[in-house]
């Protein structure tokens, strides 16, 4: 149980394009998603909470009019990188928690490798 | 402010066991996390603990001293496949995890 999955799992686009990644909670109710970006060799960064059904909360730094987040149900979460950049190029990986269950544990998706040429 | 600190890389022989040590300091503290996370994959859950005392699960052990900040991961009879990085991560107050940079274990014949 507790499957997240993400897609697409790559993408390559042109500079000043938009993406969308879609996070799904297969199997689960989630009603906190988490959206974070992993520059290679770093550790990851978290850049904004969603809550189902409620605006989300982006982290000092991130603009939130470009990293558009939405969570209108509770399996599914997208994050849509607006006007792509090459440096937005990065592993951008979903996580969610359950609701209802203990502890704070986190279920990771796969990740989407993003390409911005 | 939140802090956690791991080790930066770690080496150590197959067959052989390491302790990968997490000190933080955090707004709040409800629960601690070990994630492995494989070079382009994404983290996979390890161990909790919310409770002082040690955690066992297999090759695996996970301990936690609440009082001092402090955590490890023990892992036992090293495999070549325990190569990875392992994350270190901290629940605060508000429930987000806060998590460490993250320690890079190379493990050797």
């Known amino acids: 149980g507790a499957v997240v999955s993400q897609h697409p799992s790559w993408v390559i686009c042109k500079s000043g394009t938009s993406v969308k990644i879609e996070c799904r909670s297969l199997d689960f109710q989630a009603t906190t998603m988490f959206w974070y970006r992993q520059f290679p060799k770093q550790s990851l960064m978290l850049m904004a909470t969603s809550n189902e059904g409620s605006k989300a909360t982006y982290e000092q730094g991130v603009e939130k009019d470009k990293f558009l987040i939405n969570h209108a149900s509770l399996t599914l979460s997208t994050l849509t990188v607006t006007s792509a950049h090459p440096e937005d190029s990065s592993f951008y990986i979903c996580s969610a928690r359950e609701a209802d269950r203990d502890y704070n544990e986190q279920f990771f998706g796969p990740g989407t490798r993003l390409t911005v040429l | ?109």
């Open chain 2, 1 to 109: 402010g939140q802090n956690i600190d791991q080790p930066t890389e770690m080496t150590a022989t197959e067959g052989a066991i390491v302790q990968i040590n997490c000190t933080y300091q955090t707004s709040g503290f409800n629960g601690l996390f070990w994630y492995q996370q494989h070079a382009g994959e994404a983290p996979t859950f390890l161990s909790y603990n919310v409770l002082d005392g040690l955690e066992e699960k297999g090759r695996f052990s996970s301990f936690l001293s609440r009082s001092k900040g402090y955590s490890y991961l023990l892992l036992k009879e090293l495999q070549m496949k325990d190569s990875a990085s392992y994350l270190c991560a901290v629940t605060a107050s508000n429930y987000q995890l806060i998590w460490g940079a993250g320690t890079k274990l190379i493990i050797k014949p």
